[in-house]
């Protein structure tokens, strides 16, 4: 037996919020819903599990274009997985560089603090560095 869901519900079980399912229709992401006699959408359990998945996909940070991409994969289960794995490589590579560009301005900021004198802003090196763009080590924030 068949459970259709209304968008309220489809919406709070998946953790998606209504606009976004409607913008997920919208784009592709997810089929265009059955509708009631009365014009409203019903989802099933298939669209529960697909919006399931491009929330958490989304969590993980992938792009649309990756989510459609692997949804279409999902739905041909006997096909190699190289090409998830090449974009689960791709995110996982970007993902490592924005750690190494939070962790080289984590040292920015570090440096700035310790070398505050805790004394007057005349003196402060906060207040110098974020003056004086060629004193910052940041690499996407030092002076060209």
Same mark, same amino acid.
Request: proline share 3%; with cysteine.
């Given at each position: 037996?068949?459970?259709?869901?209304?968008?309220?519900?489809?919406?709070?079980?998946?953790?998606?919020?209504?606009?976004?399912?409607?913008?997920?229709?919208?784009?592709? &992401?997810?089929?265009?819903?059955?509708?009631?006699? @009365? @014009?409203? $959408?019903?989802?099933?359990? *298939? *669209? &529960? @599990?697909?919006?399931?998945?491009?929330?958490?996909?989304?969590?993980? +940070?992938?792009?649309? *274009?990756?989510? $459609?991409?692997?949804?279409? &994969?999902?739905?041909?289960?006997?096909?190699?997985?190289?090409?998830?794995?090449?974009?689960?490589?791709?995110? #996982?590579?970007? %993902?490592?560089?924005?750690?190494?560009? #939070? @962790?080289?301005?984590?040292?920015? #900021?570090? $440096?700035?603090?310790? +070398?505050?004198?805790? +004394?007057? %802003?005349?003196?402060? $090196?906060?207040?110098?560095? #974020?003056?004086?763009? +060629?004193?910052?080590?940041?690499?996407?924030?030092?002076?060209?």
């Amino acid at each position: 037996m068949q459970i259709d869901f209304a968008i309220g519900e489809v919406a709070r079980q998946s953790g998606v919020k209504v606009p976004t399912i409607r913008y997920y229709e919208q784009i592709g &992401l997810l089929p265009t819903p059955a509708r009631t006699t @009365n @014009n409203r $959408r019903i989802y099933d359990q *298939d *669209d &529960l @599990n697909r919006l399931t998945f491009i929330r958490h996909a989304r969590e993980l +940070g992938f792009e649309v *274009d990756a989510i $459609r991409t692997l949804l279409a &994969l999902q739905d041909q289960p006997q096909r190699s997985c190289q090409q998830a794995d090449t974009i689960a490589k791709a995110r #996982l590579i970007d %993902v490592e560089q924005r750690i190494a560009s #939070l @962790n080289a301005l984590k040292a920015e #900021l570090e $440096r700035m603090v310790l +070398g505050c004198s805790h +004394g007057r %802003v005349e003196d402060c $090196r906060v207040i110098e560095i #974020l003056a004086d763009h +060629g004193q910052c080590r940041h690499h996407q924030h030092a002076a060209a």
